[in-house]
């Protein structure tokens, strides 16, 4: 091949990659942050992660493709010693078997199920979609405009399930739903 069909190719190489890494760089810092979210919550007496032999349960809703990803990356580390338990469903009512789920680009039908049924008493949970925290999630983690991951809080959802972000969390939070100021708060 040419020199010049060579500099031509190495640009199409590139920008068919690049959507790829940043993909991939999305679902590392979401990773990430799911990780360590469980080190920022104080949880309420009753909870079993309270208990230092109790794993990190850590589910996935609907996404598989993610979870694979989320089971490869994170598959070695650990939250205080002990493996992360990993579990996929497409199931709601099966979230309730998990510390954190991670429910994406959820409906508003689907949060509706989810406050409904009361499940945030009893898992935490973590939406991308535009309405996920005001609505009622405790949490939307998402990429901003601006290109950046950015986080919103439900106070009112953290009441339900008895728990509370620290401060160190909150002051990442670009917005933070009091309860009073947001549909999915009754």
């Not at 009893?122 to 005001?134: L, N, P, R, W, Y």
Request: charge should be positive; aromatic fraction near 10%.
């Amino acid at each position: 091949m040419s020199k010049l069909g060579v500099r031509l190719l190495i640009p199409i190489i590139f920008m068919a990659v690049t959507p790829l890494l940043a993909v991939e760089s999305e679902q590392r810092v979401r990773s990430s942050i799911l990780l360590r979210l469980p080190g920022f919550v104080h949880w309420p007496k009753s909870s079993d992660f309270n208990d230092t032999n109790t794993a990190y349960r850590l589910c996935i809703f609907r996404d598989r493709d993610y979870f694979n990803f989320i089971r490869e990356y994170l598959g070695e580390k650990t939250v205080r010693g002990l493996p992360i338990e990993f579990k996929f469903t497409r199931d709601l009512e099966e979230l309730t078997q998990c510390h954190i789920a991670y429910v994406g680009d959820v409906s508003s039908r689907e949060i509706k199920t989810i406050l409904s049924k009361g499940l945030l008493s009893q898992t935490i949970f973590v939406g991308s979609s535009e309405e996920s925290a005001a609505s009622g999630l405790h949490i939307r983690l998402y990429v901003s405009e601006k290109k950046k991951f950015d986080i919103e809080v439900n106070q009112a959802a953290f009441n339900k399930s008895k728990t509370e972000l620290t401060v160190q969390f909150l002051k990442h939070a670009s917005k933070v739903y009091s309860g009073d100021d947001n549909p999915g708060s009754s």
